[in-house]
């Protein structure tokens, strides 16, 4: 069973950097794929970013393509989101989530595993 623990987050001003990690219990790095979403007050939770199986690629939704990467360490198990040219918009509690599938897409449903979700508030 595949557990995710994030750390990172906190409050940052606007242009400013956070890094978010999730760590990766119950399954090896490079077979499973992992993805960060967001949930902002008062919407809807959307998709982040996701690298895939070690190797097979990565994905980025459009609005943090520029700003937002995404990698791992296979020693630590460890998979991590670095945030730069923070804006007020990126404010949302992050959560990390798993799924077994080489490539699970954007979609929620596809991921099985969830972190508990950590805060990240970008002010103004």
């Known amino acids: 069973q595949v557990q995710l623990v994030e750390s990172g987050g906190g409050t940052v001003q606007v242009g400013g950097s956070l890094s978010l990690s999730c760590v990766v219990s119950g399954r090896t790095l490079s077979r499973v794929a992992v993805a960060w979403f967001r949930r902002a007050p008062g919407k809807e939770r959307e998709f982040v970013a996701m690298r895939t199986y070690t190797g097979y690629g990565t994905d980025y939704v459009d609005s943090v393509k520029d700003r937002f990467s995404i990698s791992e360490d296979n020693a630590l198990n460890t998979v991590t989101l670095q945030m730069n040219s923070l804006k007020p918009e990126d404010t949302a509690i992050y959560y990390c989530?798993?799924?077994?599938?080489?490539?699970?897409?954007?979609?929620?449903?596809?991921?099985?595993?969830w972190g508990q979700g950590i805060q990240v508030t970008v002010s103004s």
């Open positions: 989530a798993s799924s077994t599938s080489i490539w699970p897409g954007r979609a929620a449903r596809s991921y099985v595993a």
